[in-house]
């Protein structure tokens, strides 16, 4: 049977045009995962106000951060791709689910490159599972392949948070920083989601942000519960590196609007530890395995800036798997392994 691992990143702005830059956050803002209200009111918020305001900024934000070969996410998954067609007989294809390449033109280049494929084992880029990130990737897939490719089977690879070999990889790609840089702190920072979604991914309704210590209580919800499936990978990674109890935490960073997002945040957190006494500052990112706006700019400048105005000294943002070969092995395996 002939086999094809997809790999699927969130995707970026094709340049950091304003214009380019309004068209990806539409797409990727009024996805009902990514803001799950009512179509009226996302609406309404997305074309009525955030996308006559926000994107000018975020054009900006884009320009601070570009390479010379583009978006740094883009290519960093275009040099993961690679990574992984090397370490895999299996053909190997990239889509992003917001922007270009879209899953549908991926896949037709694939079918079109392989056209006695049969099988295509998905890997969404996401270590855990959220509405907005993992849930999305899946369902965008499953959309598409039954319109379009009917005659393809389609496996899909579960979140791999706590994976022991994921973790190790990992904990593997931050060794080096933190013995050699010896931070005080070590602070995971993934990205956050509002805590509506958290209760809406519970499928027992009465468990997520509802029983105290939540996440740390066996429940069949935690499948789908992102908090505690970052909080695990936290867990597993400070366990793998013998990180000192007291001397790591996790926070979640990038929130947008009014609502109640998972906490504690990241700039507050940051801040506050500067206040009491650390000086030495390494932040990790795992729920992104790309380097891009969110790592860079959010935490290599904004957090920093951040942590430097409240009395810290050295700031480490450590960097995202990228195309690391363990990594690319790892993915790899995964697709071989559905």
């Not at 309004?22 to 955030?50: A, C, H, N, Q, S």
């Not at 090397?86 to 390449?101: D, F, S």
């Not at 602070?187 to 942000?209: A, M, N, T, W």
């Not at 000294?313 to 697709?335: R, S, V």
Request: proline content about 6%.
């Amino acid at each position: 049977m002939q086999e094809a691992t997809l790999i699927v990143n969130l995707g970026s702005p094709d340049s950091y045009a304003v214009a380019d830059v309004r068209r990806y956050l539409g797409e990727f803002l009024m996805d009902e995962r990514v803001i799950d209200f009512p179509k009226w009111l996302r609406t309404f918020l997305i074309k009525g106000i955030i996308l006559n305001t926000r994107p000018k900024k975020s054009a900006a934000a884009y320009q601070s951060i570009w390479w010379d070969e583009g978006s740094p996410l883009i290519v960093l998954s275009r040099r993961l791709q690679e990574a992984v067609q090397k370490e895999t007989k299996q053909p190997v294809a990239l889509a992003m689910r917001y922007g270009n390449p879209s899953i549908e033109h991926s896949m037709r280049e694939l079918v079109k490159a392989h056209p006695d494929l049969k099988k295509v084992n998905l890997i969404p880029l996401y270590p855990h599972y959220a509405m907005s990130s993992y849930e999305t990737v899946v369902v965008k897939s499953r959309e598409v392949f039954e319109e379009f490719f009917p005659q393809l089977e389609l496996k899909v690879k579960g979140p791999f948070y706590n994976d022991s070999r994921y973790i190790k990889v990992l904990a593997d790609s931050m060794r080096s920083y933190i013995e050699s840089e010896q931070p005080d702190y070590v602070l995971f920072s993934y990205h956050g989601v509002p805590e509506q979604q958290i209760r809406k991914s519970d499928v027992s309704k009465g468990h997520c942000l509802k029983v105290d210590n939540c996440c740390a209580k066996d429940s069949p919800v935690q499948h789908f519960c992102y908090r505690h499936q970052t909080l695990k990978t936290t867990e597993l990674v400070a366990k793998e590196l013998g990180l000192e109890e007291g001397k790591y935490s996790s926070s979640f960073q990038s929130r947008l609007g009014p609502i109640k997002w998972l906490d504690p945040y990241t700039d507050k957190t940051i801040a506050d530890l500067a206040k009491k006494g650390v000086k030495k500052l390494a932040v990790v990112c795992p729920a992104f395995v790309s380097d891009c706006l969110e790592t860079i700019e959010e935490i290599g400048e904004e957090a920093m800036e951040i942590f430097k105005e409240n009395g810290g000294e050295d700031f480490l943002l450590i960097p995202c798997l990228n195309d690391q070969q363990p990594w690319a092995k790892l993915l790899a395996d995964f697709g071989t392994e559905l």
